[in-house]
């Protein structure tokens, strides 16, 4: 039970020590960003409804995309592994003001079940990489950006925090520090009162071509202030290569 409030606590309070402002990026993107919705096969969970997901086409392909730590918060503690098995039934996606235009995934492609939850290195490859079995959601899928990031750049955040209850998806604004090991450090500039909910959120730049996934954060001691720490794409487009190369064998 302690890990499941450790987990979730790096989903709900993801640094209310920033100096940046509380408010919304007047940058515009066409509709991106989706919400996590589960039906589980037995019990009560406290759960329907958590974190926030996109769609990435790569190649000749189109995958839906959240943040694995999620999974660690919905598992209870005797089923921390990398699946989905006689846990959850149903896994749908949707905008928070367009629940009826769902994405419905079909497998976990990165499913291990050998990969303990409970291990802090889910965060060095904190994504989710599904399969869709359908999609009848307006949203825009994301592309790879291909250039390095500069220092300084702009970045956004496009989601919802788990405290709201409907509206158009949010934009909040960020400014590259620098990478560090599978993450990328962005100061805060334009941002919500609370970040919970943003797990899983696309990390775009001035175009629109992603970046980075919304992840958890970090307390950077040469700037002195909690930056947020979206997992870059790196081995997400590894993964997706070496998925795509075994699939046309």
Known sequence: MKNIFHYLFLIIALASCSPGIISVSEKQFPPISLINHYEYFNGEHEFNQLGTAFLLKYKNDTFAITAKHILAVLKPDSL??????????????SALNKQNEIVTIDKLLNEDK????????????DWLVFSIKENKAKVIPLEFREKP??????????????????????????????????????????????????SGAPVVDNDGKLVGIVSNGEFNLFTMEKMLAPVGTIELKAFLDNYLNNKTE
């Open 80 to 93: 921390k592994n990398l699946t989905l098995d006689n846990f959850i039934k149903n896994w749908t996606m």
């Open 114 to 125: 050998n990969e303990s939850l409970k291990s802090k290195t889910i965060y060095q490859k």
């Open 149 to 198: 990031l500069v220092k300084g750049e702009k970045l956004y955040a496009i989601g919802w925090t788990r405290h709201m209850k409907e509206g158009n998806q949010r934009v909040y604004e960020f400014e590259y520090y620098k990478t560090k090991g599978t993450h990328h450090l962005m100061k805060k500039l334009i941002i919500p009162e609370k970040m919970g909910g943003l």
